[in-house]
């Protein structure tokens, strides 16, 4: 049994995607145990047209939602205790559900979840991480967005974590793993992408292989299966990529409808185009993880539909089954106990 | 007439591809006149087939070329004086050329120019600037690798270039800015650029229209007609459009030789992938222009054919043409006029 708990009043949608996007993913995991979060008045009502989800739900009334463009310090005091967020959260806290789901609002929900959670003994900083379809299959891009700058020893944590995400979603032993860089060599700054590639070389690390750096066109290649880096840089890739993705998309539309010939190729490659498109579909790969704390939480698109939520709660599904927290800790201790017996990464000198 | 200096020996293809691409940008602009540098016995039997551009050109010959994978350091040791891309630079120090175009190594062309030409009065630290098909068209983005972080007077200085070049390449009178930025509010970090936006704002510049701050997903849409960031988040946003472009181009590729049916509805839309082709290929947009220097640097791609190439030299034809390099230095001269009679940047408060 997996116990998720939802944020049912988060998303542009709240309860009319969250509830039918919960019945689809229990249709593919029945050993789901839902806990839902919400005002009453919005979510049983719709609740009731889907029996077999009411049954294997909970329902908790909460007194307040937070809105989509809510300052994240405003929701906190807001929303604290109150608000269907905050208790979705708190639900893990109190082990009620070993994941939380929300397409709520992404400052509110890091800001929440960091105030009740806490992040896990030896992180600094949590780090958002998602998932990015490539040519070869799918990697983990972490940091795209939680904090913003990370020094060499928070890029080293961010790299376990990642680390731990690919080996429970992919079910890799020895995930490669790259440091987002630039290519031009010799210029200044950014020493601590080299020291953090320095300390991942020196760890030797048996479940993590270091690939070494990666630049952006790395990502969508899918030259290694974890990408690190800090959350201004990690957030910019992600939403450049997604601005390109969109930017052809409608540039093929606007090209195949422009004349009778290409609206004829269209309707015979459409089989193809059918799946061009699920390939480039942001629904299918729904479901950023803020890792680093004490319990999982998923952040789902907030303009999602249910196919899209659904995939967000697959995630977190698999995340739990799979024993993320589990390898996270057993990592963070196994390098801590290793740094006992080194220096510490800030006696190490810079590179250049 | 405009003058333009060739580093004939750069890039991966060198005098085979410079030369040919040399000859088609002649075609299309009979008014340039080449200086070319580059070793004599492999650029002057190419030139031989070329009667019209060896008509228009002074070939300048030197003793080396700057191989692709140098370190700058190096090349500079090794280079200065001495190569091709060291001499087509220098022409336009001594005044014999009015701009520079070289695919030859990034670093090394950056550091050449640096040391030969050195930096305008008044700014810190040159840029690159690329340009960036848009849904409405195209937008200038800068700094994508010429420097690694910026405070907010460079990202000022970044934007008042910026604006220069917008205005000399698109003709526009009062381009739109923005400054790159992550959607979270309240997250801790990248002060400078909330504090370039306050500069920018107060400002009040007659020749630039400052937007906001925009996110990773507008460069594609086309939300500003000039998008400034420092170097290292310019250089990811930009390489991972890139990966996404070649991404998707080949998810399509793959779709569409996959069934009959597939390859018949590609045979009969073939003119509207032509021009799907057409709208994505990254040679249209070749030209990169390393900004902020005394004089102007054309970065071609290293990799590019002859059409590439040419692309590349018509940026440099433009930018003389409309007068980017008085147009900066104009602006730049207003805005420190204005800084007299304002505190300096250094003294204003914070916003966070």
Same mark, same amino acid.
């Given at each position: 049994?997996?116990?998720?708990?939802?944020?049912?009043?988060?998303?542009?949608?709240?309860?009319?995607?969250?509830?039918?996007?919960?019945?689809?993913?229990?249709?593919?995991?029945?050993?789901?145990?839902?806990?839902?979060?919400?005002? *009453? =008045?919005? @979510?049983?009502?719709?609740?009731?047209?889907?029996?077999? #989800?009411? &049954?294997?739900?909970? %329902?908790?009334?909460?007194?307040?939602?937070?809105?989509?463009?809510?300052?994240?310090?405003?929701?906190?005091?807001?929303?604290?205790?109150?608000?269907?967020?905050?208790?979705?959260?708190?639900?893990?806290?109190?082990? *009620? =559900?070993? @994941?939380?789901?929300?397409?709520?609002?992404?400052?509110? #929900?890091? &800001?929440?979840?960091? %105030?009740?959670?806490?992040?896990?003994?030896?992180?600094?900083?949590?780090?958002?991480?998602?998932?990015?379809?490539?040519?070869?299959?799918?990697?983990?891009?972490?940091?795209?967005?939680?904090?913003?700058?990370?020094?060499?020893?928070?890029?080293?944590?961010?790299?376990?974590?990642?680390?731990?995400?690919?080996?429970?979603?992919?079910?890799?032993?020895?995930?490669?793993?790259?440091?987002?860089?630039?290519?031009?060599?010799?210029?200044?700054?950014?020493?601590?992408?080299?020291?953090?590639?320095?300390?991942?070389?020196?760890?030797?690390?048996?479940?993590?292989?270091?690939?070494?750096?990666?630049?952006?066109?790395?990502?969508?290649?899918?030259?290694?299966?974890?990408?690190?880096?800090?959350?201004?840089?990690?957030?910019?890739?992600?939403?450049?990529?997604?601005?390109?993705?969109?930017?052809?998309?409608?540039?093929?539309?606007?090209?195949?409808?422009?004349?009778?010939?290409?609206?004829?190729?269209?309707?015979?490659?459409?089989?193809?185009?059918?799946?061009?498109?699920?390939?480039?579909?942001?629904?299918?790969?729904?479901?950023?993880?803020?890792?680093?704390?004490?319990?999982?939480?998923?952040?789902?698109?907030?303009?999602?539909?249910?196919?899209?939520?659904?995939?967000?709660?697959?995630?977190?599904?698999?995340?739990?089954?799979?024993?993320?927290?589990?390898?996270?800790?057993?990592?963070?201790?196994?390098?801590?106990?290793?740094?006992?017996?080194?220096?510490?990464?800030?006696?190490?000198?810079?590179?250049?």
């Amino acid at each position: 049994m997996v116990r998720i708990s939802l944020d049912v009043m988060g998303g542009d949608f709240g309860p009319k995607v969250v509830i039918p996007g919960a019945a689809r993913a229990l249709e593919r995991h029945p050993d789901i145990r839902f806990s839902l979060f919400g005002i *009453e =008045a919005e @979510v049983l009502p719709l609740l009731e047209q889907f029996p077999k #989800l009411k &049954a294997a739900s909970t %329902f908790h009334a909460t007194e307040l939602a937070i809105a989509m463009d809510e300052k994240p310090s405003q929701a906190l005091r807001r929303g604290r205790g109150k608000s269907s967020m905050w208790q979705a959260i708190d639900a893990v806290n109190t082990g *009620e =559900a070993d @994941v939380i789901v929300s397409a709520g609002n992404t400052g509110a #929900l890091m &800001a929440m979840a960091m %105030f009740c959670l806490r992040t896990m003994p030896g992180i600094q900083r949590p780090a958002l991480a998602a998932v990015w379809p490539t040519l070869k299959g799918e990697s983990i891009v972490l940091d795209v967005g939680a904090t913003i700058g990370a020094d060499a020893r928070q890029l080293m944590d961010f790299a376990l974590m990642g680390g731990a995400m690919a080996r429970a979603l992919f079910e890799l032993d020895r995930p490669t793993l790259g440091l987002l860089n630039v290519g031009v060599e010799e210029i200044k700054g950014q020493e601590e992408v080299k020291e953090a590639g320095r300390l991942l070389r020196e760890a030797n690390l048996d479940n993590i292989d270091y690939y070494g750096f990666v630049e952006g066109d790395d990502i969508g290649r899918g030259t290694v299966d974890v990408v690190v880096t800090e959350g201004f840089s990690g957030n910019i890739a992600l939403k450049s990529a997604e601005g390109t993705a969109r930017q052809i998309a409608e540039y093929l539309r606007a090209a195949m409808s422009r004349t009778l010939m290409a609206k004829l190729g269209y309707l015979l490659a459409k089989g193809a185009f059918d799946r061009l498109r699920e390939k480039m579909d942001p629904r299918k790969v729904n479901g950023a993880v803020f890792l680093g704390l004490n319990g999982i939480v998923i952040k789902s698109h907030g303009g999602t539909d249910a196919e899209g939520f659904a995939a967000a709660v697959d995630v977190g599904y698999d995340m739990v089954r799979n024993g993320l927290k589990a390898k996270i800790e057993n990592d963070l201790q196994r390098l801590h106990v290793e740094d006992e017996a080194q220096p510490a990464p800030g006696d190490v000198a810079s590179e250049v």
